[in-house]
T-cell receptor, first 113, second 113 residues
Framework: QQQVKQSPQSLIVQKGGISIINCAYE??????FPWYQQFPGKGPALLIA?????SEKKEGRFTISFNKSAKQFSLHIMDSQPGDSATYFC????????????FGTGTSLTVIP | GAVVSQHPSRVICKSGTSVKIECRSL??????MFWYRQFPKKSLMLMAT?????????EQGVEKDKFLINHASLTLSTLTVTSAHPEDSSFYIC?????????FGPGTRLTVL
């Protein structure tokens, strides 16, 4: 059973628009939800993360919205730029347990000028 | 965050040979490191969890005799692909566990001819 489901698989957004990527998780015990950004040929880089004690976290143009009752969380990229074109992975984990991360399947974002 | 390096970044080898990939934690001592494999346009597949001073824990379906992992120090873990075959060609990425988050290396592109 896939622990974290991510959608959409791919996304095309106009420059200046809002990019939204959604994830849903199964295990209610998960307590840490990071998002990673990966450019072709590079390793994933931590973008932003949230814990379930808050419903929203914002860092610059990136915002995570978290809905604990629905077991869903999403990444919003405001004012999307061509440089944001990359693959984004959500993840979930139960902290302090050896930290195995359960990753979503990834979303390929293309921001067109 | 943590800084992680991998060496080499790219390697091409002949079928039947062995290849060693190094993963180094540059700015802190990592008790736990992870090894992932990633196919083109696919998500991260956890291969094994590497614990300093003890045997690695392999995920189901990963051949431990083929993918040898050694975590001999708190800053270095190595993955050796033994008797490599073309189907082992992939992008291999390591990560370290630091403050409940995984920080990834830049990845190693392995091509087996």
């Amino acid at each position: 059973q896939q622990q974290v489901k991510q959608s959409p698989q791919s996304l095309i957004v106009q420059k200046g628009g809002i990019s939204i990527i959604n994830c849903a998780y199964e295990n209610t015990a998960f307590d840490y939800f990071p998002w990673y950004q990966q450019f072709p040929g590079k390793g994933p880089a931590l973008l932003i993360a949230i814990r379930p004690d808050v419903s929203e976290k914002k860092e610059g143009r990136f915002t995570i919205s978290f809905n604990k009752s629905a077991k869903q969380f999403s990444l919003h990229i405001m004012d999307s730029q061509p440089g944001d074109s990359a693959t984004y992975f959500c993840a979930a984990t139960l902290s302090n347990t050896g930290n195995q991360f359960y990753f979503g399947t990834g979303t390929s974002l293309t921001v067109i000028p | 965050g943590a800084v992680v390096s991998q060496h080499p970044s790219r390697v091409i080898c002949k079928s039947g040979t062995s290849v060693k990939i190094e993963c180094r934690s540059l700015d802190f001592q990592a008790t736990t490191m992870f090894w992932y494999r990633q196919f083109p346009k696919k998500s991260l597949m956890l291969m094994a969890t590497s614990n300093e001073g003890s045997k690695a824990t392999y995920e189901q379906g990963v051949e431990k005799d083929k993918f040898l992992i050694n975590h001999a120090s708190l800053t270095l873990s190595t993955l050796t692909v033994t008797s490599a075959h073309p189907e082992d060609s992939s992008f291999y990425i390591c990560s370290v566990d630091y403050t409940d988050t995984q920080y990834f290396g830049p990845g190693t592109r392995l091509t087996v001819l």
